[in-house]
């Protein structure tokens, strides 16, 4: 009440500053990653060290203890494309059940996923058949359906090494978490 009386300025003041603390995350997770893997985002990522295809890539992945990434937001969409830089990546997310049908690796029914698809695809298109799995364009980062026999590098992703733990907004210690 008393500051709408103080003005323009105190309010926007006032709406900037909340939604800075509302786009923190309200979670943090906490643990370590061995080298060669990379820390970002609560996790460690690791790209493979030559192109193969969808198959052997996500089989790569899960001889390391991991999973072959598929990125949930703009920002960890950039990340992978920095630990692949100059090359076409792999986005672990296929259409094979059903096509149209987009599941990715660590995504549940009936939830939306992310997506960055350039703009006309997935267009399931080419003369290779179909186009069932997904690569992220080294040129602007979007994505695009693309034949999974073809042969890109690909991210993996796994949870930290050994004990991990997660503080919630208060920075205080959550029960059952990186479970
Ligand atoms: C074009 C375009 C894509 C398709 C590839 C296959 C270069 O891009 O039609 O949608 O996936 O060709 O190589
Ligand atoms: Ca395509």
Redesign the pocket.
């Known amino acids: 009440m008393f500051w709408w009386k103080v003005g323009n300025l105190v309010s926007l003041t006032i709406v900037l500053s909340d939604s800075l603390s509302s786009s923190t995350p309200c979670s943090r997770r906490h643990g370590l990653c061995t080298a060669p893997w990379k820390k970002w985002g609560g996790s460690c990522y690791l790209s493979t060290q030559k192109p193969l295809t969808y198959d052997d890539a996500r089989g790569a992945c899960r001889r390391l203890g991991a999973k072959m990434a598929a990125p949930r937001s703009d920002q960890e969409n950039d990340f992978l494309a920095s630990l692949a830089q100059g090359s076409d990546i792999w986005v672990a997310c296929t259409d094979r059940r059903q096509e149209g049908e987009w599941e990715c690796e660590g995504s549940q029914d009936g939830q939306g996923i992310y997506t960055n698809w350039k703009m006309?695809?997935p267009?399931n298109?080419?003369s290779?058949g179909s186009?069932d799995c997904i690569k992220i364009r080294r040129v602007d980062k979007k994505w695009?359906?693309?034949?999974c026999e073809r042969m890109f590098l690909a991210v993996c992703k796994r949870q930290f090494v050994g004990s991990c733990f997660t503080t919630n907004n208060e920075g205080r210690l959550e029960v059952d978490s990186c479970l």
């Open positions: 006309g695809e267009n298109a080419g290779e186009e695009n359906d693309i034949a």
